[in-house]
């Protein structure tokens, strides 16, 4: 059955470190999105692509960055960890009807 | 900022019905999205509308009134397993979807 997995599933990192989070998909849709979840604010758009080496940045992008290199995978870099970017992080993808957007299990990261 | 207001919580017993309210702001609107999470889960897509008037899936249907930039989920015989926090979502031209705070519904028997 097609998914859309999140790697890893729990991560504590420290401040200053590099964290790269994975996205994959294998329902070879184009759209994909990476959103944090924090109590009081919902989910926020960090970044997303439309395609193959295509990437936008969403409304809290300061601070991460994206890259495709392929339709499956979508992953999140943060490049120097800050302990306000402990959240819960979640992966989606969507096509066709762009309304419907799938969901990853999210990863529960904690910045000390 | 929020972009879209819902209430925070509400509390009804099984078998209720329970209306959850949305307002968002019109700027680049296309349609309205809810989505259902349930604690420490993904967040799952439930109804869209993208015109006004009433779209039901079975227990569960939503509305849309672009004229009021308002519409609701409405959450018929309830069940405990409808325990969960609701989102509605601003779907703009560019296909970027713009999430609410989120509704907590809590199911008591």
């Known amino acids: 059955d097609a998914e859309i997995t999140q790697s890893p599933r729990h991560k504590i990192t420290e401040t200053g470190r590099q964290v790269t989070l994975a996205c994959h998909q294998t329902?070879?849709?184009?759209?994909m999105f990476w959103y944090r979840q924090d109590l009081g604010h919902g989910l926020r758009l960090i970044h997303y692509?439309?395609?193959?080496?295509?990437?936008n940045k969403g409304e809290v992008s300061d601070g991460y960055s994206v890259s495709r290199s392929n339709t499956e995978d979508l992953p999140l870099t943060l490049e120097s960890a800050a302990s306000s970017q402990t959240s819960v992080y979640f992966c989606a993808s969507s096509e066709g009807q762009r309304e419907t957007q799938y969901f990853g299990p999210g990863t529960r990261l904690l910045v000390l | 900022g929020q972009s879209l207001e819902q209430p925070s919580e509400v509390t009804a017993v099984e078998g209720a019905i329970v209306q959850i309210n949305c307002t968002y702001q019109?700027?680049?609107?296309?349609?309205l999205s809810w989505y259902q999470q349930h604690d420490g889960g993904a967040p799952t897509f439930l109804s869209y509308n993208a015109l006004d008037g009433l779209e039901e899936t079975g227990r569960f249907s939503s509305f849309l009134s672009r004229s009021d930039s308002y519409g609701y989920l409405l959450l018929q015989e309830l069940q405990m397993k409808d325990s969960a926090s609701y989102f509605c979502a601003r779907l703009t031209r560019d296909y970027k979807l713009s999430f609410g705070a989120g509704t907590t519904v809590t199911v008591r028997a």
């Open positions: 019109t700027s680049g609107f296309y349609g």
């Open positions: 329902w070879n849709h184009n759209n």
């Open positions: 692509s439309y395609g193959v080496q295509d990437t």
